[in-house]
């Protein structure tokens, strides 16, 4: 979900198609079908002069760049592999998050990958999520089936990832940025008993400052509310909704 165009709120679903909500009118009444899968992932870049340009993505690793003020595709282009579920813009660049790499894309060419297989031997697993720490020329990333926390150099991705270990994590669902913290949300052991958990992480020093429990299903969702609350949510089992204070 994104705001555009300063009236219009994009929301992708699993059904394939981007619903557009008028703020003002707080009524659904656009929806774009050019997908044909799941749409994963929605990004916005702001022209000086020219309208927005909104950025999709789709599961099965379909990328679209729309007009935000026509809601025209003005190009389209397929990265290879599947399970593409994240996009970022940074330094003129889309950052691609798929089942196993993440692909830097300059207008529909492929720029840089970085692949999964180069630093993970050890089991099979694919890429959950990452953030893009422009400040600090950092890229953290998760990994299925993995209890740490990746972090590569912009500057040079070929080199190995820090990791950072999260304790007792048993599974990460979902990871965002909040001011200069590192949220990850997931499933893990609190008081002996299989807990959803979030891990507060310092980005500076890249180490674990809180462990939260507040969920008895996984967090499977995180959200920032203006930098000063994230919202997390449990699992179906459990259904409920959390918000947290960000210090």
């Known amino acids: 979900m994104v705001m555009a165009e300063q009236s219009q709120v994009?929301?992708?679903s699993e059904d394939s198609v981007i619903y557009i909500i008028n703020v003002h009118s707080m009524s659904c009444n656009k929806q774009l079908t050019d997908h044909r899968s799941s749409v994963t992932g929605l990004v916005v870049q702001d022209g000086v002069q020219a309208?927005?340009?909104?950025?999709?993505?789709?599961?099965?690793?379909t990328v679209l760049?729309?007009?935000?003020?026509?809601?025209?595709?003005?190009?389209?282009?397929?990265?290879?592999?599947?399970?593409?579920?994240?996009i970022r813009l940074h330094g003129g660049r889309l950052w691609c998050c798929t089942s196993n790499s993440i692909v830097v894309v300059t207008t529909g060419f492929l720029h840089q990958e970085l692949k999964i297989g180069e630093n993970f031997k050890e089991i099979s697993t694919s890429f959950l999520?990452?953030?893009?720490?422009?400040?600090?020329?950092?890229?953290?990333?998760?990994?299925?089936?993995?209890?740490?926390?990746?972090?590569?150099?912009?500057?040079?991705?070929?080199?190995?990832?820090?990791r950072i270990?999260?304790?007792?994590?048993?599974?990460?669902?979902?990871?965002?940025?909040?001011?200069?913290?590192?949220?990850v949300g997931g499933t893990g052991l609190s008081q002996g008993r299989s807990k959803g958990k979030i891990y507060v992480i310092d980005a500076k020093?890249?180490?674990?400052?809180?462990?939260?429990?507040?969920?008895?299903?996984?967090?499977?969702?995180?959200?920032?509310?203006?930098?000063?609350?994230?919202l997390s949510g449990s699992g179906r089992d459990e259904g409920k909704i959390a918000i947290w204070k960000v210090e």
């Open 51 to 61: 309208p927005s340009t909104v950025y999709s993505c789709s599961a099965d690793g």
């Open 129 to 162: 999520g990452f953030q893009l720490m422009p400040e600090q020329e950092q890229l953290w990333a998760a990994c299925a089936g993995y209890d740490d926390i990746y972090v590569w150099s912009l500057q040079d991705l070929a080199q190995p990832p820090q």
């Open 165 to 183: 270990h999260l304790q007792d994590c048993s599974k990460i669902n979902c990871m965002i940025q909040v001011k200069k913290q590192i949220w």
């Open 65 to 86: 760049a729309w007009n935000a003020s026509s809601l025209r595709v003005t190009s389209r282009f397929q990265l290879p592999g599947d399970g593409l579920s994240a």
């Open 205 to 230: 020093r890249k180490t674990v400052e809180k462990e939260l429990v507040a969920h008895t299903d996984t967090v499977k969702t995180l959200c920032s509310a203006e930098d000063r609350y994230v």
């Open 10 to 12: 994009w929301v992708g």
